[in-house]
Nanobody, 127 residues
Framework: QVQLVESGGGLVQAGGSLRLSCAASRRRFSTYAMGWFRRAPGKEREFVAAISWSGGSTYYADSVKGRLTISRDNAKNTVYLQMNSLKPEDSGVYYC????????????????????WGQGTQVTVSS
């Protein structure tokens, strides 16, 4: 059973920064792609960022490019989301996710492409 545990959320003023972490209990973590999604109140879950299993490719939603950075530390079985220049519209519950297939190289932009999800961490950006 794969478990994903997010942490690092909180309340921050607009323009501030947060770093989210997602710790994975998974063998061969380095062979799996990882993604971050978020859900704002009253909205559907949306793609934020993803990183390939190799770490060589990263993907971002247009709304976060240049402000959010995804990275991974395979030695710690952890993926990070560094969030800078935060805006109120970045508020929501942030989830990390991973597919069941190792060496996955397909699309990373849709929730149905992921098989395991964390419980989420709340991010609130005040104006």
């Amino acid at each position: 059973q794969v478990q994903l545990v997010e942490s690092g959320g909180g309340l921050v003023q607009a323009g501030g920064s947060l770093r989210l972490s997602c710790a994975a209990s998974r063998r061969r973590f380095s062979t799996y792609a990882m993604g971050w999604f978020r859900r704002a109140p009253g909205k559907e879950r949306e793609f934020v960022a993803a990183i390939s299993w190799s770490g060589g490719s990263t993907y971002y939603a247009d709304s976060v490019k240049g402000r959010l950075t995804i990275s991974r530390d395979n030695a710690k079985n952890t993926v990070y989301l560094q969030m800078n220049s935060l805006k109120p519209e970045d508020s929501g519950v942030y989830y990390c996710a991973t597919p069941s297939r190792a060496y996955y190289s397909g699309s990373v932009y849709f929730p149905y492409e992921y098989d395991y999800w964390g419980q989420g961490t709340q991010v609130t950006v005040s104006s």
